[in-house]
């Protein structure tokens, strides 16, 4: 789960770490009346949108009095911001974080993850901050350094101390910037998150270490126990299909092209859409119907793939242990019914490929619901070559 920047340093704060002065906006009137309580000679206008690279694509403004604040915040506000994170659809402005300026003197990266292969969180930095740290980490690796930090210890003060002396922090901020750090990894653990990202973190000309952006991410099996992070999830950010898809116990994620795949399990949805893309294909999505699925959720399922129109074939691969064929065989015969009405008859190319339990009583459904554009596939193989075939003949008409 993602939250916003705003949402992010109020959470910061409350550990202790230093954040600029602000406040959330979400009307140009707002915006104004939060730069009045401020004391500081700029303000900063940021867009607030799930998305990284906000200040190239023109979402962060600096304004030097209140009538640039609201002429700032007017141009913003409603406005569809294009970065390198939200793809070519963009993300629409909603909200605004309004805070004071900051005298910096130098930038730096810092963040928080969890390296699974060493099932340790690694404290990684870099003194190349407000840029792009993969960029960083593509031409100038040796200038990332890295801490990785014992699961039962936690991050040790000279772990931070050393991390400070690397960076080269000037003396009289190594303390600052070593303690910003462990506040930071307290943060990280206390609430669950998955990555704590600070790019930039900055130090100001008075020596001071401060989180000039904030990116926390959460993992999503622990928001039971934080309510109140959970209460910030800002839905209007999410993708409308992947958050209808996850209410129904589904794992749905859009990749973008028009051949829809149904599967059982992550390991076959990553080689079902390998293997239409292997057959010239591009995959709608990834959709993985879990252990638990019934007749109910697997036509849920299909209506969600019709939603939208993006899809120009579906193909069905399951493999049945747990998940019974013939719960998805009747899925798609309600689903059927739901999507077309009186016609018995899907309204794209459908393959379904069932192995596994109940998987003779599944095609029986099937055979004799007789829907006009459901077909059966003997294979995986097979039925990716069809469904992808058929998909580009739809497009040839």
Not at 133 to 149: Q, R
Not at 241 to 250: F, I, N, P, V, W
Request: net charge negative; with cysteine.
């Amino acid at each position: 789960m993602n939250i916003h920047e705003y949402q992010s340093k109020e959470i910061l704060k409350s550990y202790g770490v230093a954040v600029p002065k602000g406040k959330a906006a979400f009307s140009v009137d707002e915006a104004v009346e939060v730069a009045k309580t401020l004391e500081s000679s700029v303000y900063v206008v940021k867009a607030q949108i799930h998305a990284g690279g906000r200040g190239k694509a023109g979402g962060v403004k600096l304004a030097k009095n209140l009538d640039e604040v609201k002429t700032y915040a007017s141009e913003l506000l409603g406005k569809v911001l294009v970065t390198h994170q939200t793809g070519p659809e963009g993300k629409k402005v909603n909200r605004l974080l309004i805070e004071e300026g900051s005298n910096i003197a130098k930038e730096y990266y810092l963040s928080f993850v969890i390296d699974r292969q060493s099932a340790q969180v690694v404290m990684m930095a870099s003194s190349e901050g407000g840029v792009e740290i993969e960029k960083v980490a593509a031409e100038t690796p040796e200038k990332i350094f890295k801490e990785y930090i014992d699961p039962v210890i936690g991050l040790a003060p000279f772990q931070a101390t050393r991390m400070a002396y690397a960076l080269n922090f000037p003396p009289a901020a190594i303390r600052k910037a070593s303690n910003f750090m462990l506040k930071l990894y307290d943060a990280f653990i206390g609430k669950d998150c998955s990555q704590v990202e600070i790019n930039p973190l900055v130090l100001t000309k008075e020596d001071d270490v401060i989180a000039l952006d904030a990116k926390l991410n959460f993992d999503d099996s622990g928001l039971f126990r934080h309510p109140d992070i959970a209460a910030l999830r800002d839905e209007s950010e999410e993708d409308a299909k992947e958050l209808r898809a996850a209410k129904s116990g589904l794992n749905y994620v859009n990749l973008g092209g028009d051949v829809a795949c149904m599967v059982n399990g992550a390991g076959l949805a990553m080689a079902t859409v390998d293997i239409i893309k292997f057959y010239g294909g591009s995959p709608a999505n990834f959709l993985d119907v879990g252990g638990a699925s019934t007749p109910e959720t697997t036509a849920e399922a299909f209506q969600i793939m019709m939603d939208g129109g993006q899809a120009k074939g579906i193909f069905v691969n399951i493999f049945g242990g747990i998940v019974k064929c013939d719960n998805i065989a009747k899925g798609l015969i309600d689903a059927t019914k739901i999507i077309s009405g009186d016609k018995n008859s899907f309204p794209v190319p459908v393959v379904v490929r069932l192995e596994g339990t109940n998987v003779d009583i599944a095609r029986q459904m099937l055979k004799d619901a007789a829907i006009e554009n459901v077909m059966v596939a003997e294979t995986m193989e097979g039925g990716a070559e069809k469904i992808v075939a058929l998909v580009k003949a739809a497009e040839n008409i």
